[in-house]
């Protein structure tokens, strides 16, 4: 006899027969179907099916069991190794402008990036349930460990524009294995959170933040390991991708074993057990969390739109001893710690600017779309109209929180719009899809983000004085 939570919040005790490790049966009354409480502590549903806020909070690490703590941190691995590669090559920003000189590097290559992102996300979307998470996560990672480690051997092989030619494919080849892996690790997230009563979206945004912090900090330390001459700086980029793809073949290792423990080994009736979406399905999925997909959109948009092309594009420095390529290594760190914070804090921070409750989807939509105002601000700094390197962080530590909270707030409580009802594979394929969907619209965001920059990019060049 387990006791379960009716969707009105009244308590009921019924007779629970385990028949199946993922399904569960009530038996006083047959027609009745398996409902789960919501992924967040903090809402509830009222007798129509709809979310309200109950005035709890989101389950703490220090409230967690053994398991959940363990599974917590391989998420949060994982989602530092989701984006290693991207955040390798705005890191690298300064080494690529140093070889690629009038090419606006910082600018096209993450384009790319995002494109073959998108890309290779179209592609799971059309047969994602015919590949495992683990084969998806192994073959992702592994192709951004041989990615990032070829990288220096190919600008210290190569020059002019054979050389450029060369990082650019890399630079796609990059963002094909990140669209398996990211596109696999919020679904992932979201199923193991519907098992496990925990939101795993958290430690995996929190990853994303944190490797950004990580990798800017190899950089600066390979950067002041050696002399800045061609040389110096050929030596200090091998050493700084190598770590990079280091963390990326480790993230393989422990995505495949997550994987397997969250899916479990499915063979004969359990792999004909789990529940396929049809079109019909994944449509209804999408109008459930639209709103929360159009916000993540607007934030990472906006936050694309500035960084990292626009927010390193300075030309001269204000800073005593602080040379041009020393700057850009600084903003891009700014933004990855002002990124990470958010990430942690970044429910907490939205929470408190609800009033204390959970923000509904067109709040954290209006929340998105004020961020606009950051665009010419920025603008005044890249232009030159306003020559401060303090002014420059302080707006780009800005965008880099907001960017970090808004975001994991649009991917925490969007699974709990999701709506539920039926077996329990039924739930959590919704769930995983939902999932799926929240980081489409996170890479929309970039991709039109990053777009944006390229006009923007040409513009502030025409006005700069």
């Known amino acids: 006899h387990n006791s379960l939570v009716s969707p009105s919040g009244m308590d009921e005790t019924l007779e629970v027969t385990r028949v199946h490790p993922r399904e569960f049966f009530a038996v006083e009354k047959m027609e009745r179907t398996w409902e789960r409480r919501p992924l967040l502590a903090c809402t509830g549903m009222d007798k129509a099916g709809s979310l309200q806020d109950v005035g709890g909070k989101e389950k703490r690490l220090s409230e967690m069991s053994g398991e959940e703590k363990v599974l917590w941190a391989c998420f949060f691995v994982l989602g530092a190794g989701t984006l ?15 070889h690629f000189e009038g090419r606006d590097a910082p600018v096209w290559l993450s384009l ?58 890399l630079s ?91 899916r479990g080994a499915r063979t004969g009736e359990e792999a004909a057990a789990i529940h396929h979406l049809s079109w019909g399905e994944k449509a209804g999925v999408v109008r459930e969390i639209g709103d929360f997909a159009q916000a993540n959109v607007l934030v990472n948009g ?38 990470t914070a958010g990430n942690l804090y970044g429910m907490d921070w939205v929470r408190l600017m609800a009033g204390g409750r959970r923000p509904s989807a067109r709040e954290l939509q209006a929340s998105s779309v004020w961020r606009i105002v950051l665009v010419p601000i920025m603008m005044l700094s890249a232009t030159e109209r306003v020559k401060s390197d303090l002014f420059v962080v302080v707006v780009t530590c800005l965008l880099g929180f907001t960017n970090g909270a808004l975001s994991v707030a649009c991917m925490s409580i969007a699974p709990d719009a999701v709506k539920e009802g039926g077996s ?24 039109l983000g990053l777009t944006l920059a390229v006009p923007l990019n040409l513009a502030a060049d025409s006005l700069r004085l």
């Open 84 to 98: 290693a590669g991207w955040n390798s090559l705005c890191a690298a920003v300064d080494f690529f402008r140093a």
């Open 302 to 339: 906006v936050s694309m739109m500035l960084f990292p092309a626009l927010a390193t594009s300075a030309k001269s420095t204000t800073t005593e001893g602080l040379s041009v390529s020393w700057m850009a290594v600084v903003v891009v760190s700014c933004y990855s710690v002002a990124d």
């Open 172 to 262: 796609a080849g990059l963002g094909l294995g990140n669209g398996m892996t990211e596109g696999s690790l919020y679904g992932l997230a979201a199923a193991a959170s519907e098992r496990k009563g925990v939101q795993y979206a958290v430690p995996a945004q929190a990853g994303q933040g944190f490797v950004g912090v990580f990798v800017c900090g190899c950089r600066v330390v390979t950067k002041a390991m050696f002399p800045q001459d061609k040389q110096g700086s050929m030596v200090s980029a091998q050493v700084f991708f190598s770590l990079a793809a280091l963390l990326s073949l480790v993230c393989a290792v422990v995505g495949h074993r997550v994987a397997s423990v969250v």
């Open 112 to 169: 790319t990036f995002e494109v073959a992102t998108m890309t290779s996300l179209g592609l799971l979307a059309l047969g994602a349930d015919k590949v495992s998470s683990q084969t998806r996560f192994g073959v992702g990672f592994l192709t951004g460990t041989a990615v990032l480690g070829a990288i220096p051997l190919a600008t210290s092989k190569l020059s002019g524009l054979a050389a450029w030619v060369v990082v650019v494919l």
């Open 424 to 447: 329990y594979e039924i739930v959590q394929s919704r769930k995983e899809y939902g999932g799926y969907i929240m980081t489409v619209a996170l890479l929309v965001g970039v991709t």
